[in-house]
């Protein structure tokens, strides 16, 4: 059965800082791996998606990174400001019915 | 405007009180699906549907049900619900297979609480 970690489950930094987000998957026969961000009470938005067959995907100030053989994923913010603040939530596809496997999330804290 | 949308977004309702979720997507999504978020718990996929009138259960289908009759709706059914289905629940939609499109697009959640 397909577990997904996210560390640390909390992050606090100051604005300005450049930040990285750790995601881990135990079966690495994914289809892909997205991350999202959830605002407190809302949806799910989309950020980025990486096939199993890429190794990194890029979006403005965000940078993710796959390394499907050893079950590993981060996300890398740059520059961090306060709207950035949110929580982070990484999934993996797979599987026969291409569920997708969440991690806990880690609650982003970006200070002005 | 690509989305996936949800009705009602919020629902207080008692239990036992039969309730449909809507669930629509304007993408022509073959595979839809349904998730529940919890405190705790994350977020676990409740049914899956890979194309009209093919739908199957996911991690928690207990006490519910869905239907697939056309091609962009996705509704969930709580025909008597109980206090422990009160959460935060998300239909998401993507293309089918493993291709390169399979990205999901989450709808913008329905928070029900069953009193």
């Known amino acids: 059965k397909q577990e997904v970690t996210q560390i640390p489950a909390a992050l606090s930094v100051p604005e300005g800082e450049n930040l990285v987000l750790n995601c881990s998957f135990t079966?690495?026969?994914?289809?892909?791996l997205q991350w999202f961000r959830q605002d407190p009470g809302k949806g799910l938005t989309s950020l980025l998606l990486?096939?199993?067959?890429?190794r990194e995907q890029t979006s403005g100030r965000l940078n993710a990174s796959l390394d499907k053989s050893s079950g590993r994923s981060t996300l890398y913010i740059a520059a961090s400001q306060p709207g950035d603040s949110a929580t982070y939530l990484c999934a993996v596809s797979g599987g026969s019915n291409y569920k997708l496997t969440f991690g806990k999330g880690t609650l982003l804290t970006v200070n002005p | 405007e690509a989305q996936v949308t949800q009705n009602p977004r919020y629902l207080i309702t008692v239990t036992g009180k039969k309730l449909t979720v809507t669930c629509s997507q304007n993408?022509?999504?073959?595979?839809m699906s349904w998730y529940r978020q919890d405190p705790g718990l994350g977020l676990r996929q409740i049914y899956y549907?890979?194309?009209?009138?093919?739908?199957d259960k996911g991690d928690v289908p207990e006490g519910y049900k869905v239907s697939r009759k056309e091609k962009r709706n996705f509704p969930l059914i709580l025909e008597s619900p109980s206090p422990n289905q009160t959460s935060l629940y998300f239909c998401?939609?993507?293309?089918?297979?493993?291709?390169?499109?399979?990205?999901?697009?989450f709808g913008p959640g329905t928070r029900l609480t069953v009193l």
């Open positions: 079966d690495s026969a994914i289809y892909n």
């Open positions: 990486i096939q199993s067959s890429q």
């Open positions: 993408m022509n999504h073959e595979y």
């Open positions: 549907s890979m194309n009209v009138e093919v739908t």
């Open positions: 998401a939609s993507s293309t089918h297979g493993r291709g390169i499109y399979n990205e999901q697009f």
